[in-house]
């Protein structure tokens, strides 16, 4: 009888710890403010522009505020959705809609936290003009594979040296890094993407040239005013390439799948 109570006890205690960890689970798929964060469903208000022609954040919130450890809203819910974190402004609207990384809250850093890759269930897929003449940054934040929109999101970034990363995912890149005058170190351009527009324009630190897959099909002005010098490989064809190495005073050769290289060359 008391080898029964034990065993009974014993079960008794593993079912207390099976409950209590699948309440623990259940509590960890809901959506949570991070630790130093601000969720915000409604709207919020800055003021002017600066001198610069930079927003200068002094927000005012209307509606629902929520601190961190509070539980998010439903992520259909439909409205202006923002999340402040200790770097930047993400913000979504509509139901269906997906998230965007608005706005850097100080462009005078020299570092910042990484993009989060999704939110309330929602991904992260655009930083378009996000880090724009951040003048101070070094290199880039750890960017998640789920952005597919860079259009000008680094553009002006005049002591930038290094990007830690592309998104395997990313679609457009149009000057994403003009007139970053000291980057010197980039990783070869992911497959699929299909946008180099002005991309490295005026970046005259540049000697290395990325990888170009195949599946890019837009390269004007993409290295123009650049310092980019010898070999080049490019798999794309691509169909728009005007003054895609204009401006560049390097011997350049290109290598690669690429159907139109001379006169790709003749570009320079």
């Known amino acids: 009888m008391k080898k029964l109570l034990k065993v009974l006890t014993i079960f008794s205690a593993l079912a207390c710890i099976c409950v ?15 630790e130093g964060a601000t969720y915000i469903v409604g709207l919020i ?13 002094d927000i005012d919130v209307e509606n629902l505020k929520l601190s961190s450890g509070e539980t998010m809203p439903d992520a259909s819910e439909s409205g202006f959705h923002y999340l402040l974190t200790e ?38 897929v655009n930083i378009n003009n996000a880090f724009r003449e951040c003048i101070n940054m070094t290199k880039t934040p750890k960017l998640p594979d789920t952005i597919k929109y860079m259009k ?20 457009e890149m149009d000057y994403a890094f003009k007139s970053c005058s000291k980057l010197e170190i980039v990783p070869d351009i992911p497959d ?19 990888y170009i897959p195949e599946s890019v099909n837009e390269m004007r002005y993409t290295f123009m005013f650049s310092g980019v010098s010898g070999e080049v490989k490019i798999d794309a064809t691509p169909e728009n390439y005007e003054l895609c190495l204009f401006g560049i005073t390097n011997e350049i050769s290109i290598v690669g799948k690429c159907e139109n290289k001379e006169d790709i060359l003749n570009t320079k």
């Open 20 to 34: 209590a960890m699948a309440g623990c689970s259940e509590k960890g798929n809901k959506y949570m403010v991070p």
């Open 45 to 57: 208000s800055t003021n002017d522009y600066a001198e610069d022609g930079l927003l200068i954040y």
């Open 87 to 124: 770097d930047y402004i993400y913000s979504r609207a509509g139901s269906d809609s997906n998230w965007e990384l608005t706005n850097v809250l100080d462009r005078t850093q020299s570092k910042y936290e990484d993009v989060l890759q999704s939110i309330n269930g929602m991904d992260v």
């Open 152 to 171: 000008n999101s680094f553009t002006g970034c005049e002591n930038l040296k290094e990007l830690t990363n592309f998104p395997k995912d990313v679609l």
């Open 192 to 210: 699929g993407a299909n946008s180099l527009l002005g991309t490295f324009e005026e970046c005259t630190s540049l000697n290395n040239a990325p």
